[in-house]
């Protein structure tokens, strides 16, 4: 199947979703786009220690997340699942990770209104490792945190949110050889990447992980016309994951939840209540992030934790 590159450029960078956007790539159903991205604030360069740098002349003042594309996949329709996988990330060399922005959250922790704190990171990719500017070390794990598509309302949309259709879903386990499935919002899917982190935990708790450009993006896109899905999932190299999306945990659990039970009845053949008590057993809960305005929550069922006695199991 072809392969096709896009870098940032005045065409191909934009800072929201909407489907008034011109496709800057057009493709079939498996193919594959490899991406050089900006990191989410547009930036060109690592900060000094100033903390000044140069960012994209690009960015205008209602931008989001640097976003490339969207690109158009060929038969892709409202109904249909887009499915990504993620063959390969590479990071750039610098990254950042800033917290004191959610007012709220510091409140509640104990930490002054006007504190605010940054790091800034060298990221060695050959032993991925990233050392921070105050003697910090972290290891790596590099994944994309918006991938998505534009809903179907007319409109400019944030970049912020996560949607049914993707987005700014911010979830550690989309790695280097993850599948991400969407449900189709629009015709032609008008799929965009961005915003590319280094590393981040459960929860993004300080707003945000360890912010980074990335050299290398390389995902295949295909169509999967007869799989019907209300909510993305994703298979990782941890387990199936489902997800969901709230203002409130409670209800983004609930739902990330559904969609484990529709994943289990579908995969083991057996009754919803079945699954229900099965997930108690088997399934963990975890909290994506709770900074995007809408919170995250994904489920996760690890590889072979649940088997028939015949050793079936997902594939």
């Known amino acids: ?48 220690p100033s903390g000044e740098r140069q960012v994209s002349s690009f960015r205008n003042k209602n931008s989001g997340h640097a976003l490339a594309g969207p690109i158009k996949i060929i038969g892709a329709e409202p109904g249909m699942t887009l499915a990504i996988t993620i063959n390969k990330l590479k990071t750039g060399n610098w990254g950042f990770s800033f917290a004191g922005g959610n007012q709220a959250y510091k409140e509640m922790l104990g930490i002054p209104k ?31 945190g918006a991938i998505g598509m534009p809903p179907a309302e007319d409109g400019i949309h944030s970049t912020v949110p996560p949607r049914f259709c993707g ?19 629009v015709s032609g899917g008008l799929v965009s990447v961005g915003d590319g982190h280094a590393l981040q935990g459960d929860g993004e708790v300080s707003t945000q992980a360890i912010e980074c450009p990335m050299e290398i993006v390389d995902l295949t896109f295909t169509l999967k016309e007869e799989m019907r ?17 709230d203002e409130s945990l409670d209800d983004a659990s609930m739902i ?21 008590t099965l997930a108690s057993l088997v ?8 900074v995007n305005r809408v919170k995250g929550v994904h489920a996760l069922l690890p590889h ?3 088997r028939k006695s015949e050793e079936a199991g997902l594939t």
């Open 229 to 245: 899905l209300q909510m993305p999932r994703a298979y990782t190299p941890k387990g199936w994951i489902t997800f969901g999306f």
């Open 114 to 144: 006007k504190d605010n704190y940054q790091l800034n990171w060298h990221l060695d990719r050959e032993n991925m490792i990233g050392y921070s500017n105050e003697n910090h070390q972290v290891d790596l794990s590099p994944f994309m």
């Open 304 to 306: 072979h934790a649940l």
């Open 256 to 276: 990330a939840m559904n969609g484990m039970l529709d994943l289990m009845v579908e995969e083991f053949n057996m009754t919803r209540m079945e699954a229900y």
């Open 167 to 185: 987005g700014n879903i911010d979830c550690k386990e989309l790695v280097e050889g993850s599948i991400l499935y969407l449900p189709i919002s």
């Open 1 to 48: 199947m072809p392969k096709y590159y896009i870098n940032p450029t005045k065409q191909t960078l934009h800072g929201s979703f909407s489907q008034s956007l011109e496709p800057v790539l057009t493709i079939h159903s498996g193919d594959s786009v490899q991406y050089k991205t900006l990191d989410a604030l547009w930036g060109l360069e690592a900060f000094q």
């Open 283 to 290: 399934v963990d809960l975890r909290i994506t992030q709770v």
